[in-house]
């Protein structure tokens, strides 16, 4: 069966000979599936659970920690035990519930004691800075500390690209970018200084990084990747683990819990639909999405989300064949597995079903039930009927010990309380020494894909210059989706500098530069930045990956003035030129470049040298909206106007 319907899937991968990082080819697949998956085309069709053809059990449920090695450490799961045998049942069930911080006060905590609060995208104090935000989370965890055991809740929020739901948080260049930068180094000093900033505010852990390679650039969470190969996304993955964790989880200051997400499927569904489905073998799921996951657990991370995305009609939520079996025994991941927002609910009619097969699969913790609250509950109910107590009391212990690597289980209050939080966060959230860091990694993200005349470098000596195209002087456009809001916004959203800002210091104090052609004569050159505008997950999705033709219209009439064009494209994926690779002399990919468009700027003028590197095959035409087409190095029709790790020098 193997070779011909894999090519018409699309997933053939070719061998290759670039760097490693770049490598088209995803490695062959270890020889790790057993014959009896192997043999059959539908092999998890095979296992589905009576009644719930969208879900599969584990061979057996997770009930113990694997024997892999000593994370979390042997102390931490004894004390993960001890604490355990002293709670009840509806304790135990309300560890295993994350909570919105929409749905329930810091006066609720104390009784509800659940394990963890979240604050989703956007949801924040109603005055939006590090104080408030420090302040809100210490309230959370002091009234934690006032339940019957005193268990700290874990606090979480979605920190992808720096502490972005916090005005004046520096705000990282989009995961796509560092992909490009290609240096596990700076991905894992950002994420250190990430850490920071998230620490400050007396959040413990941060949804992030996601660690699926994006093989179709319609999916609108292409730009939280790193890349489109399994190798970017392996270790910059496993870089950006180790900066938010330290050393060790819990370990050194300002340590906080990563979470690789979202296992498994993300990044490889077809057509590039958001949770969507994903037509892929066994053996082309651990070639394409299994290597990141290794080394995720490697390096130690202590949470993993599941996905929102299904395996040939089989839901992740509760495919216990992935979450239990391949995650939790043969990888032998000894952290919990936390549910993504609202997903149990999508598993079967009736929330108690949902939540029965998704916990069986080997969900630890539910992210954000709709019935809030009354999700304590339902657990409690299920047990022992439809959950074994081993399983909860596995679920718990996984919760606890990874608190107790934080250092949560310690009973020294792991953040100041209320004022003196607020008067804490300062110094590190959105300081001078982040913001140098998120610069360089503009600087080094940039792509350069077209360079007629030596157009590039531009001289700082121009009489005139321009500067055009909606994302010249757009905060909001250039840190594009998960700042401030789920899905971003356009605007002076946060503190920063902008792209034309960044220009307008470059330069030298004879050269004007405008915001039109004003009739001036012909300027020395012309800067359009043009491209996308903020989106998220689901609303990201694309059928076509055209510029919008108002973009090609602004580059079109910077070509008639007769002033050499500088394109700079800010964008969440690559996306197609059309007319523009021609009419452009110029071109620079500039992603999602966050806060400091300074580092735009420095690339342009040459103070810093181009070293950017695509994570992507540039399309040449945007995909047929009705077929998923390779669009990837090393599928067999891949044909890319630029080809993955292109990007020239100066
Ligand atoms: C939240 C996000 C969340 C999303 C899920 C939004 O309202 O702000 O954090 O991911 O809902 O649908
Ligand atoms: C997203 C996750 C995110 C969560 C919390 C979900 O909608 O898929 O990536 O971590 O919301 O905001």
């Keep these: ?119 989703g995208g956007g949801s924040g104090p109603p005055i939006n800075d590090a104080a408030h935000w420090a302040a809100m989370v210490a309230d959370y965890h002091a009234a934690s500390r006032r339940s019957r055991l005193g268990i700290p809740i874990l606090y979480g929020a979605d920190a992808v690209h720096g502490h972005g739901n916090v005005r004046g948080a520096v705000i990282f260049p989009h995961p796509i970018g560092l992909g490009a930068a290609g240096d596990p180094d700076l991905v894992q000093r950002i994420a250190r200084a990430t850490a920071e900033e998230v620490a400050a505010t007396g959040i413990d852990w941060t949804f992030a990084p996601l660690i699926a390679p994006a093989r179709d650039a319609r999916w609108g969470r292409t730009y939280e990747s790193f890349g489109e190969t399994p190798a970017l996304a392996a270790e910059m993955g496993a870089a950006a683990i180790r900066g938010l964790q330290g050393p060790r989880l819990g370990q050194g200051p300002a340590s906080i819990l990563a979470c690789a997400k979202h296992f498994l499927g993300d990044g490889a569904t077809r057509l590039g639909v958001n949770a969507g489905d994903v037509d892929l073998d066994e053996a082309g799921m651990r070639a394409l999405l299994l290597p990141a996951y290794v080394r995720a657990v490697d390096a130690h991370v202590g949470s993993v989300m599941a996905s929102y995305s299904s395996v040939r009609g089989v839901r992740m939520h509760c495919n216990g064949r992935w979450l239990t079996d391949v995650l939790k025994r043969e990888l032998g991941f000894n952290g919990f597995v936390v549910s993504d927002w609202e997903a149990v609910e999508e598993i079967a009619p009736g929330y108690d079903t949902g939540l029965a097969l998704s916990i069986n699969a080997g969900i630890d913790m539910v992210m954000h039930p709709k019935i809030a609250a009354g999700a304590i509950d339902a657990i409690a109910r299920l047990v022992p009927e439809r959950v074994s107590e081993a399983r909860v009391d596995d679920a718990v212990r996984r919760i606890l010990a990874i608190k107790c690597e934080l250092g949560l289980l310690d009973g020294e209050p792991s953040s100041p309380a209320g004022e003196s939080a607020a008067a804490a966060s300062g110094a590190a959230v959105g300081s001078e020494a982040h913001r140098r860091l998120a610069r360089e990694a503009v600087r080094r993200s940039l792509v350069v894909l077209k360079n007629r005349n030596a157009t590039l470098p531009l001289r700082r000596d121009l009489r005139a210059l321009v500067v055009v195209g909606r994302n010249a002087s757009d905060l909001g456009n250039q840190c594009g989706g998960w700042t401030i809001d789920w899905q971003g916004a356009s605007g002076p959203i946060t503190v920063g500098t902008t792209i034309q800002e960044g220009i307008q210091r470059a330069v030298g104090a004879r050269t004007r530069v405008a915001a039109a052609l004003d009739g001036g004569g012909v300027p020395g050159a012309i800067i359009a930045v043009i491209g996308e505008t903020p989106y998220a997950e689901t609303a990201g999705d694309r059928k076509s990956l055209d510029l919008e033709p108002a973009d090609v219209e602004v580059v079109r009439r910077a070509k008639a003035s007769g002033a050499p064009v500088v394109v700079v494209v800010v964008t969440g994926r690559p996306l197609v030129l059309g007319p523009v690779a021609d009419l452009a002399d110029a071109i620079v990919v500039a992603w999602l470049p966050g806060s400091e468009g300074a580092g735009v700027a420095d690339v342009l003028f040459g103070d810093a040298h181009p070293t950017g590197r695509l994570p992507h095959d540039w399309p040449r035409v945007s995909p047929r909206s009705t077929a998923s087409i390779p669009v990837n190095a090393g599928e067999a029709a891949a044909d890319p106007l630029f080809p993955l790790g292109f990007g020239l020098r100066y």
């Design 1 to 119: 069966m193997t070779a011909a319907p894999r090519a018409r899937r699309g997933i053939v991968l070719r061998g290759c000979g670039m760097l490693a990082l770049w490598a088209a080819c995803a490695r062959p697949a270890p020889a790790t599936v057993d014959s009896r998956s192997a043999a059959r085309a539908t092999d998890v069709l095979f296992q589905v659970i009576p009644g719930h053809p969208a879900c599969v059990a584990p061979s057996t449920p997770s009930t113990a920690f694997s024997g892999r090695d000593d994370f979390p450490s042997p102390a931490c799961r004894a004390r993960a035990a001890q604490f355990q045998a002293r709670m009840t049942l509806r304790e135990k069930a309300a560890q295993m519930v994350q909570l919105g911080r929409d749905q329930v006060r810091p006066d609720e905590i104390a009784a509800l004691s659940p394990g963890s609060i979240l604050s």
